[in-house]
């Protein structure tokens, strides 16, 4: 790798993670680094946080020797579904593929730039997680130090197989769709992520329920590395990684040589209808229609906000079924208070109906075409009311599953019932009212790829905090007041969306 790329991919690292905004002279832009920077580092801390107490939890559940199997797979697992999360587009062409082929580094790198970048990522994070890991391991049960060998193997392994499974499984994917004629973003999304992760589905499906054993179960590492590793399991793991290696480097090549060619495959738009028919519709229908075109034309922002709503509906309808099993009760002795199972679940609903939201960035979403809306005949309310309404009917389903599974799984029962389903409507009224608000305040139109918009924005991080709090609220108000406490917060919520409505209605540009 020479000097020029080194710069490059530096360069491009920096802007990845806004670091080269934290000097910037422009200080709302400066303050939406140094947000960014923060939540990378808390979010950072928090994962070491749980690796170094897991061999302890693992420990009390006697399954100490598949700490090192069970890191190594949610390793794969998180980098492999985040690769997938972020667009296999922005992967091998990129957002700025035309302007890498006129700078001083030879083609194939222009063309593995992106992918190289990815890999470093993915490297620095698996060498902290894997070897972060071995420190508390180490005092709990002292194993051999060449060991650490085998952990460096994995750490340069994982990285290769999460990347090259991904971008396989997407060009697959491509293809198909491609060669049967069909164009769809949200379906090529589902596909991709459910073939991706339909090993650990299986894995899971065909064992006694377990949160740790469908990841165990699907580990590249499937041997303990507290004891002895035996001469035949080093040639097993010796011949894996050189597999590996051979299979990337084959991946980059063909990468490489039919580069045009995927470029065409993942840029390609649907052709011009050249028969064209006048209607008139109301605004709103027509702003509707608009607004669901668009969102399903986005690959990034389809995928990166879905994983809910499906999450929401599966676990509900599971739940309703009886496919799901019970919690234990969990017994805070402190405050003499029991989180039971059908509070867990309830709070279950609530994340997944508030945690994400499409409303946060569709503003954003907008870019340049704000402008043109700027001269229309379209007010920002009939707008807010528009993007709104997408985000409702993503969790329609969900939360009518979710309905259903209250009154059978839950067993709630007449006001109970009612209040508790009309807390998470209102629940999700708030945030998708409260995500227009922020993104009005907050509106990103100068950007040139979509994961800024959908994971770096200043409106996304706001929203995410004050959603984790909301989250937080109700839950402790719920556990500590029951019923009344569902209540109250039900109704804080409904006069909020009420102010939240007349603050938008007041506004009449987008700036």
Sequence with gaps: MNKQMKTLIQVRLRNQFEWSKLSDKNMTIRTHALLTTIGYLVALVLVIGYIISLPYQMNQELQLDKVNPYVASILFWISGIWTLLSGVKNILVGFDHDQLFVLPIKKWQAKLVNIISSYIIQLILCSVILFGVQIPLYFFQPFPLIHLLIVGIYVIMIP????????????????????????????????????????????????????????????????????VVTENNWLKIILLFATVLIAFSGLCLMIVKKYDSLAMLFGVKPAVNKHYVLKVRPILVALFKKEISRYFSSFTYVVNTLISPIALFVIAVGLAMGLLPKFSPVVIDSLNLTMTSSFIYFIIFLVCLTLTTTTSCSFSFERKNVWIIQSLPVSIKELSIAKGLLNILLFLPGLMAASVACWSALGLRGFDFIIHIFFLLTSLLFISSLGLAINLKFPNFNWSNEMVVVKQSMA???????????????????????????????????LAVVLIVIKIKKVHYLQ
Excluded at 215 to 224: A, D, K, Q, V, Y
Excluded at 476 to 487: C, K, P, Q, R
């Design 460 to 494: 996304i991080i706001i929203t995410a905090v004050l959603s984790m709090i909301l989250i937080s609220l109700s839950a402790a108000g719920s556990l500590i007041f029951g019923t009344l406490g569902v209540t109250i917060l039900a109704i804080v919520e409904l």
């Design 160 to 227: 290769l197989l999460a990347i090259g499974c991904s971008i396989v499984v997407s060009i697959l994917v491509k293809l198909f769709l491609f060669f049967l004629n069909f164009r769809s973003t949200f379906i090529e999304a589902i596909l991709a992520l459910g073939i991706f992760i339909s090993p650990l589905v299986y894995a899971y499906v065909t064992v006694p329920f377990n949160s740790k054993a469908g990841i165990i179960n699907t580990s590249f590492l499937p041997i303990s590395l507290l004891e």
